[in-house]
C-alpha cells in the first residue's frame, strides 16, 4: 500500500523538512493550477513519468511553463531509446499517485528505487519548489535544499541537467 498525502506530510515534518501545504480543488493539469499564481510563491513543477525501451522508468520535472522535447530528452537522461510515457498502473505501482498528481515526493513510494529522478536546472533556480503532495488536491512549498535532501532520503539522489527549453 502506498504512502499517501498524510503520512507523506508526517515523514517530512519528522525529518525536519520545511514545508506549508495549502489545500484547494482538484488541479489535473499546469492550466488548472496557474489558476493559484500569485496564492502560492516559488517554482511550480511540471512533471513527465517516462519510461524507455528497456522498461526504465524515469520521473522529469522541469518549470510549469517549460517545454521538453521529448524525442530528445532520451539523449539526456541516459535513457535507451526514444521515451513514451508510462502509464498508469505503473505510475501506481511505481510513485503511488494516480495521473493528474504526478509528484517528485512520489518518490517516497519507490521503495526498490526502480524510478531515476531528473530536475532540470532551471527549477533550481527557485528557492521554493512546489510539488502535490501525492495529490492534486493540495499543493506542498519546500526549499531546494530540503527537496535534494528529501529525495537522497528516499534513495533518489536527483539527476539535475538542463532538460527544458
Known sequence: MPIGKDELLVYLEKEGLKTTTVDHPPLATVADSQALRGQIEGGHTKNLFLKDKKSRHFLVSVE?????????????IGAQGRVSFGNAEAMMALLGVL????????AINDQDR???VVID?????????????LVNTATTSIG???LKR?????GHEP???KVAD
Open 121 to 133: 536546472v532551471a527549477l533550481m533556480e527557485h528557492e521554493v519548489i512546489n510539488a502535490h503532495p
Open 159 to 161: 539527476v539535475i541537467l
Open 99 to 106: 495521473p493528474g498528481a504526478v509528484t517528485l515526493f512520489g
Open 150 to 154: 528529501f529525495l537522497v532520503l528516499t
Open 64 to 76: 510549469e511553463d517549460a517545454t521538453v522535447d521529448l524525442k530528445a530528452i532520451h539523449q539526456l
Open 114 to 116: 526502480q524510478v531515476t
Open 144 to 146: 531546494r535544499d530540503d
